[in-house]
């Protein structure tokens, strides 16, 4: 699946580069609300507890670009850097402590544009990423997890949201993305009596972004 997003991405590239009425770079920045869908049918416990679990706030940026197609169509690719995650609980010797689940990823994302109204457009797309570090900070702990080898080193999902344009070059947004990838898929679970146990999670992200864009062309 992953090499197939990887052939639709430059496949879009080359289409959006030949038919494009204008082409534009710029950046993009802002706020990451991620969380974990997890399901632990028969894995209880406060790490895996869905009643413990949270919302977690990080930070997105990266480079875009955007293919203009005509008046109503556009297509935009990037490269980011985005933190994404989720809250749990965890216990020390000393007591229950709110642990941050912390993901950094590089992501490609992938949408297409359609302008309905003045500078408001609707998006929809694929977002692919690759796992660079995995963190808990808990108790005055901050503990790497991307050596266990415990989550899947890449990621693939599906985006949708809304972006408005202020001007020719400014622009906000916001975007929703639904991971379709196991983040457990690299490690099988199970309890002290060796029996499996059903333990998967799919990244949530919702992003409030701003930014600017450069065009070159008419």
Do not use: C
Not at 22 to 29: E, K, N, P, T, Y
Not at 109 to 138: H, T
Not at 163 to 180: C, D, M, P, Q, T
């Amino acid at each position: 699946m992953i090499h197939k997003t990887i052939l639709l991405t430059g496949f879009l590239f080359i289409a959006g580069f030949l038919s494009a009425q204008q082409f534009s770079l710029g950046v993009r920045a802002g706020y990451t609300l991620a969380n974990f869908d997890i399901n632990n049918t028969n894995a209880p416990g406060i790490f895996f507890n869905p009643d413990k679990k949270r919302s977690i706030g990080g930070l997105h940026i990266g480079l875009e670009s955007r293919w203009k197609l005509d008046e109503h169509w556009a297509v935009q690719a990037g490269l980011q850097y985005n933190q994404k995650g989720y809250q749990s609980e965890l216990s020390w010797p000393s007591g229950p402590a709110n642990a941050r689940n912390i993901f950094h990823y590089l992501n490609i994302p992938v949408v297409g544009n359609y302008l309905i109204w003045k500078g408001l457009s609707l998006q929809a797309g694929l977002e692919a990423g690759m796992l660079i570090d995995s963190r808990i900070k808990s108790g005055g702990e901050n503990i790497s997890n991307k050596d266990l080898d415990i989550y899947s080193n890449l990621d693939l999902g599906f985006i949708a949201g809304l972006e408005y344009s202020i001007g020719k070059s400014f622009f906000l947004g916001a975007r929703h993305s639904w991971g379709v990838v196991n983040v457990f898929s690299n490690t099988d679970f199970t309890d002290d009596a060796g029996n499996p146990l059903n333990i998967s999670a799919h990244n949530r992200a919702l992003q409030f972004s701003a930014g600017y864009r450069y065009a070159f062309g008419n």
